[in-house]
């Protein structure tokens, strides 16, 4: 019914930028918010950003903030994940959530998820 599909994912160098996208198709909730997650090898999946759907309201995790900004394309029900700054621990799969996201970094509280697209910062 719902289908996120995310875009962008990439290698670069240390300082480096890359914008990802993801896009939604299918049915839409009101009041559902969107959020982008990564899961490195070994760890767990952990909260990178979150956007309402007016676009009016974000949030970051620690690592992202002051380096990373999250958008809402609600033309083509899309979000989007500036990075600049990048760095080797930025390396993940990051997958975009769209849901409730009252919690913001729990991901049971997401209802729907994309593939994900690897991102990879080298040295």
């Known amino acids: 019914q719902v289908q996120l599909v995310e875009s962008g994912g990439g290698l670069v160098q240390t300082g480096g930028s890359l914008r990802l996208s993801c896009e939604l198709s299918?049915?839409?909730?009101?009041?559902?918010?969107m959020a982008w997650f990564r899961q490195a090898p070994g760890k767990e999946r952990e909260f990178v950003a979150i956007?309402?759907?007016?676009?009016?309201?974000?949030a970051y995790a620690d690592s992202a903030k002051g380096r990373f900004t999250i958008s809402r394309d609600n033309a083509k029900n899309g979000v989007y994940l500036q990075m600049n700054s990048l760095k080797p621990e930025d390396s993940a799969v990051y997958y975009c959530?769209?849901?409730?996201?009252?919690?913001?970094?729990?991901?049971?509280?997401?209802?729907?998820w994309g593939q994900g697209t690897q991102v990879t910062v080298s040295s």
């Open positions: 959530a769209y849901g409730m996201g009252r919690r913001v970094a729990v991901t049971s509280d997401y209802d729907y």
């Open positions: 299918g049915r839409t909730f009101d009041n559902y918010a």
């Open positions: 956007v309402n759907w007016s676009g009016s309201s974000a």
